[in-house]
């Protein structure tokens, strides 16, 4: 959902072609792992919603796929290993609702983990644990269908003030059902999608590319990483935290990734041919990103003033004009600006927090020194600070 990081070159002394092993270091990591895992669902159990019907159970989620990844680890010496890239065009050859994935689904999780694992070594990255083999904590991630989740906002200030996982499986009907009854004269709601969620292992979701897959696994091992320092343990304490946490993400995931593509290719990639030029010039398209910037600027403005009903009028009209020039935005409200102004690292945010961010990483020169830097800081301001004190300036209020 974001601008692609600049491109990285190969870490010193590794083959581009070379697989990193599938279960070094696995051992060390299976206990690590288990510790997390237990932590995580005592964690949940005490969150526990105890609601049944729409809500997703972390708690069952956690219970049901734990024990069966960690017997797959176990078992992992004593299988044989797969072509890498056979298994990864197999994989995305088939459709995603094809049963036949499964077939590949847990090699291809090991492969996603090993070559994510294995950039984050090369990098130099580094926690309170050090772990033979393998970075802490170990990266673990499970491919599903992502769960979907509500998000509500005050209809008078755009706020993310609730967000509840919920089942990915509820339908469009269903979802509206849902969205009218968060709704009040207060309250604005919108039920999203998710591409994953920093449960341990991960939930990734398995409708997506390869290339978005390495994105959100490496965004959502960075969560777990950063849950161990003060940025990410104190997430949930503001909205500021919400969104240089989920910025940070993006920018680690998006890095990683790039350096996963560069160094062991995209075996699902398909070469176009060169088509001859158009004899025509093509018509102008409409800048979504900037369309929706300027909104957001626009509706921002007129809550500041009262005028709710005008912001919400507004909205609608842009989500026309945006569905008329080809691109497709079910509802937008503020609601929806509360949830996707989280990412501020999106070439659609108006939040200059993404800006200070990436040239905070560009600073520090590496992803260890940018993670070294920014994660033990709880506030925007330490952002702002911190960018100064690196030679950076900050952007004048708009």
């Not at 690292?345 to 800006?355: F, K």
């Not at 200070?356 to 952002?383: H, K, M």
């Amino acid at each position: 959902m974001s601008e692609p990081p600049e491109q990285r070159g190969r870490a010193p002394g590794r083959s581009p072609g070379r697989q990193p092993s599938r279960w070094a270091g696995r051992w060390a990591g299976t206990l690590a792992g288990a510790l997390v895992g237990v932590l995580l669902v005592a964690g949940a159990l005490w969150l526990r919603d105890a609601r049944a019907g729409d809500s997703f159970d972390l708690v069952r989620w956690e219970l049901d796929t734990l024990p069966n990844r960690w017997l797959a680890v176990i078992a992992e010496p004593f299988r044989d290993e797969p072509d890498a890239d056979a298994v990864i065009r197999a994989y995305f050859d088939l459709g995603p609702t094809d049963p036949a994935r499964a077939d590949y689904e847990n090699d291809l999780e090991r492969i996603v983990e090993g070559r994510i694992n294995q950039v984050l070594r090369d990098e130099g990255i580094t926690a309170r644990l050090s772990l033979p083999g393998s970075v802490f904590p170990p990266v673990d991630l499970e491919l599903a269908i992502s769960p979907q989740v509500l998000v509500t906002s005050p209809r008078s200030v755009i706020r993310r003030d609730r967000t509840e996982l919920l089942r990915p499986d509820i339908d469009l009907d269903h979802a509206l059902r849902i969205e009218e009854a968060a709704t009040d004269e207060d309250t604005s709601a919108l039920v999203v999608p998710s591409g994953g969620v920093a449960t341990y292992p991960a939930i990734i979701s398995d409708r997506t590319s390869y290339a978005g897959m390495l994105r959100t696994s490496a965004h959502e091992w960075t969560h777990h990483y950063l849950a161990f320092y003060p940025l990410g343990f104190n997430y949930y304490d503001s909205g500021d935290l919400k969104a240089i946490n989920e910025t940070v993400a993006d920018i680690v995931g998006d890095e990683v990734a790039s350096i996963v593509l560069d160094r062991w290719g995209d075996p699902t990639a398909v070469e176009v041919p060169v088509s001859p030029p158009p004899t025509q010039p093509p018509q102008p398209s409409v800048d979504r990103a900037a369309v929706l910037r300027d909104l957001r600027l626009e509706v921002d403005a007129l809550l500041a003033d009262g005028r709710i009903d005008d912001a919400e009028r507004r909205m609608d009209e842009v989500r026309q004009q945006l569905q008329d020039a080809g691109y497709y935005i079910r509802k937008i409200n503020q609601a929806y600006f509360a949830w996707y102004g989280t990412y501020a690292a999106r070439p659609d945010a108006t939040d200059p927090l993404g800006g200070y961010l990436r040239e905070i990483r560009q600073r520090t020169g590496s992803l260890p020194a940018f993670l070294d830097e920014i994660r033990g800081w709880t506030s925007r301001r330490q952002v702002e600070d911190g960018l100064v004190d690196l030679g950076g300036t900050l952007q004048p209020p708009q």
